[in-house]
Structure formats: structure tokens, C-alpha cells
């Protein structure tokens, strides 16, 4: 290697890296940008579960979830029957977030109206560039979360 090919390859270093740096800052408020909007669905339907408002909580959820209960009225009584904690919760906390970018993993802390902890993972899909709740899954943390 010649002295002007290592100037070059030291001129251009530098940019590299900076760009690689400006990417990675971008990648990162992306992804915490993605996060904020899947705390935002899950929080709506909450709020609408809350409200009894079953049309706005059914809006929320996945095309695949939609095929299993047809409608706003089943689906809300799937949820008040097999997840009260869901339905009325005494709160929640948001606690782990994970995402490739068009499947989700928000990770929810619940306490019931009997202050019981129960923790569910919330499976988020991107359809039509929109975040949509396609299923909840009951962790056992075993008191890690």
C-alpha cells in the first residue's frame, strides 16, 4: 500500500464511522419510537376495556383475533371471562420491550382488584403500518420480571 492510498483510507475514515454513528443514533429513536406507539395501543385498549367500550378495544386487536370472535361483543367477553385482569385492572406498569420491527413483545405487570401481580406478554404485529394486538400470553416470572 502506498502513501496516498493510507491518506485516502484515513480521509474516509473518519466519515465512515460518523455515519455508522448518525445510524445507529437513528436506529435507536426509531425503536424507541416503536416502543412509545405499542405502549400507546396496548394502553387504548386498556382504557377502552375500562370504558366498556368493546367496538374501540375489539379496533385494537389483530386480523387473526378478529377471525376467532367475530365481533366487538364476543371478544369483550372472552376477555372479561378469561382475563378479569385485563378487563379491570387495579393498574399496570409497562416493564420489557422487544421488537424486529413488525412483531412486538411488551411485556405488562398487572394488579388485580385483589392486589394478586400478574404478568402477560403482549404480541404486537405491524398491519398496514399500524401496531395491532394479535395475542396475550400469561408469564410465569416466579418473582423475576
Request: hydrophobic share 45%; charged share 25%.
Amino acid at each position: 500500500m502506498n502513501l496516498k492510498n493510507l491518506k485516502s483510507i484515513l480521509f474516509i475514515l473518519p466519515f465512515v464511522f460518523f455515519f455508522g454513528f448518525l445510524n445507529a443514533v437513528a436506529s435507536e429513536r426509531a425503536y424507541k419510537n416503536e416502543e412509545e406507539i405499542v405502549k400507546k395501543v396496548i394502553s387504548s385498549q386498556l382504557k377502552a376495556f375500562k370504558e366498556e367500550n368493546l367496538e374501540k378495544a375489539y379496533s385494537f386487536a389483530a386480523p387473526n383475533i378478529k377471525k376467532q370472535f367475530f365481533n366487538a361483543k364476543n371478544f369483550g367477553l372472552m376477555v372479561k371471562n378469561g382475563y378479569p385482569v385485563i378487563w379491570k385492572p387495579k393498574n399496570y406498569q409497562f416493564v420489557k420491550f422487544s421488537s424486529n420491527g413488525t412483531r412486538s413483545i411488551q411485556r405488562v405487570l398487572f394488579r388485580s382488584s385483589t392486589d394478586a401481580l400478574l404478568t402477560y406478554d403482549y404480541l404486537l404485529e405491524k398491519f398496514s403500518n399500524e401496531w395491532r394486538i394479535a395475542g396475550v400470553i400469561q408469564v410465569n416470572t416466579e418473582g423475576n420480571i
